[in-house]
């Protein structure tokens, strides 16, 4: 009888299958994904308002077009806004900060986003604003709620001498973000609407910090500002990013806290540095 996986375990299992791009779970019979996309789409179109029919109009008018019964938005008092709202919101607010200084007040003032209220702080920047290369990884855990800054966990010991690897230190030449400023509950994967949100004020943050190199740090991160899915696929590869009208070159590699869970996997993070180092000249 085969044994059972403790939560640790299974956590860090399902991790790894996020990690390596798995969107889909499989089962012992075939899935028809072409037919379930085809019902999903049949769903859509039977849920959709229906429409009046076309008054008839006098002869010599021409008849009035159908009307589509379209649901009344309800406010209630208290109520966190809408997604579509809150993204709205969050661009204007990113746009309107004209440093790093501005920004993070902006960011401490901004409420559109429900993991503000849950997390102790504000999870903005750490290291060297002046420095040529930015790390952006996926969001605060326990350690960087409390401390205010990103990775300063056991994941962030070893980015630490990943970077002392190449020469760099966060103190010095290295500046690091994460893609959500804000510890989702009991570190939790951020949805996408939480992203969504938080996702104007990071690229913001790029555009002022505008560093030579963007290094985005995991899966999350790689897909949310380089657009590309499966982390075992896309790192190590320079790419363009856009950055407020200027084009800056970006790396993707693997997150730390994969790599401790996945030890073997260190060797091709350690070809990502090695990239890394030459592309800034180190």
Request: aromatic content about 4%.
């Amino acid at each position: 009888m085969t044994a059972l996986m403790d939560r640790d375990a299974l956590e860090a299992l399902l991790a790894f299958y996020r990690d390596a791009g798995v969107d889909a779970a499989i089962d012992e019979q075939a899935t028809d994904w072409l037919a379930k996309g085809e019902a999903e789409i049949e769903a859509r179109e039977e849920a959709r308002p229906a429409a009046r029919p076309a008054t008839r109009a006098p002869d010599g008018e021409r008849p009035s077009a159908p009307v589509v019964q379209r649901p009344q938005p309800v406010s209630a008092a208290g109520a966190p806004p809408a997604p579509e709202s809150a993204v709205v919101s969050a661009r204007e607010a990113a746009r309107s900060a004209g440093d790093l200084d501005q920004l993070r007040a902006v960011l401490e003032g901004f409420d559109g986003c429900a993991l503000k209220a849950t997390a102790s702080r504000t999870v903005f920047e750490d290291g060297a604003r002046d420095a040529r290369i930015m790390f952006v990884g996926e969001a605060p855990g326990r350690d960087e709620d409390v401390e205010g800054k990103p990775f300063v966990g056991r994941s962030g010991q070893l980015l630490d001498r990943m970077l002392a690897s190449i020469g760099l230190d966060r103190r010095a030449n290295a500046y690091i973000a994460n893609i959500i400023p804000w510890r989702p509950p009991g570190n939790r994967t951020p949805t996408p609407q939480e992203i969504a949100i938080c996702e104007p004020f990071i690229r913001r943050q790029i555009e002022l910090k505008a560093p030579e190199l963007l290094v985005c740090v995991g899966a999350p991160s790689t897909e949310t500002l380089l657009g590309l899915k499966g982390i075992m696929k896309s790192r190590g590869r320079l790419m363009p990013f856009q950055a407020g009208g200027r084009e800056i070159r970006a790396i993707a590699t693997l997150h730390p806290a994969y790599l401790l869970r996945s030890p073997i996997a260190k060797r091709l993070a350690w070809r990502d540095m090695l990239t890394i180092r030459q592309t800034l000249g180190l």
